[in-house]
């Protein structure tokens, strides 16, 4: 079976610019969850959404958003770009009724300029 | 406020000994802790996951043990392999359908030395 994918692996963004990142979760996995990991720490949790509504939201600004589409699969976006948010952001899917048992995606590599 | 500490940071050791890791949580509100191995240009591997009814569970080589009054927990693995050298991450969550998440620790970088 197909495990979580992501999409684009990598990108070069310059600040100021928008950006959309996008997650397909494992087959018949209905929660969908974005985390963010910057270099040489642990991945710190963005947004949880499950049948195509938010359910939690971490300690990040407005400028983060995301949505689930009827298929299940994700996108997170991101607005007026800072160089901070250069990093590994990660899409984790898990399966009913087992929302806290999440598996990863490669992630997606975002770097800002 | 860091919610889950883990260590040590880094940790060297020689094959075939055992690799210990661990993490303590301040939120007794947790109630599922899982371990994540990642290695690099990878996204995190869930590798076993316990909850505080039990003391311990073991999967092949590696073990979690907890301690719920002392509100820690360790990963250990047996007969560490050079294959095992990759950055550990012990997290925590509580129920809830995981709507807040998971909450991670900062990692081990683990290097098993053939």
């Known amino acids: 079976d197909a495990g979580v994918t992501q999409s684009p692996t990598h990108l070069i963004k310059t600040r100021g610019q928008h950006v959309t990142l996008r997650c397909s979760p494992i087959s018949g996995h209905k929660s969908v969850s974005w985390y963010q990991q910057v270099l040489g720490q642990g991945p710190q949790f963005i947004f949880q959404?499950?049948?195509?509504?938010?359910?939690g939201r971490g300690n990040f600004p407005d400028r983060f958003s995301a949505r689930q589409f009827p298929n299940y699969s994700s996108e997170l976006n991101v607005n007026a770009l800072l160089l901070g948010d250069s990093a590994l952001y990660l899409c984790?899917?898990?399966?009913?009724?087992?929302?806290?048992?999440?598996?990863f995606g490669p992630g997606t590599r975002l770097l800002v300029l | 406020q860091q919610q889950v500490k883990q260590s040590p940071q880094s940790l060297i050791v020689q094959k075939g000994g055992i690799s210990i890791i661990n993490c303590a949580y301040e939120n007794t509100a947790f109630d599922y802790f899982p371990w994540y191995q990642q290695f690099p240009g990878k996204g995190p591997a869930l590798l076993i996951a316990i909850r505080p009814d039990v003391s311990e569970k073991k999967e092949g080589r590696f073990t979690i043990s907890f301690n719920k009054s002392a509100k820690q927990f360790s990963l250990h693995i047996m007969d560490s392999q050079p294959g095992d050298s990759a950055t550990y991450f012990c997290a925590a969550s509580s129920s809830g359908g995981g709507a807040d998440g998971l909450t991670f620790g900062k990692g081990t970088h683990l290097i098993i030395q053939p």
């Open positions: 959404y499950y049948e195509k509504e938010e359910r």
């Open positions: 984790a899917s898990s399966p009913p009724g087992l929302a806290e048992t999440q598996y």
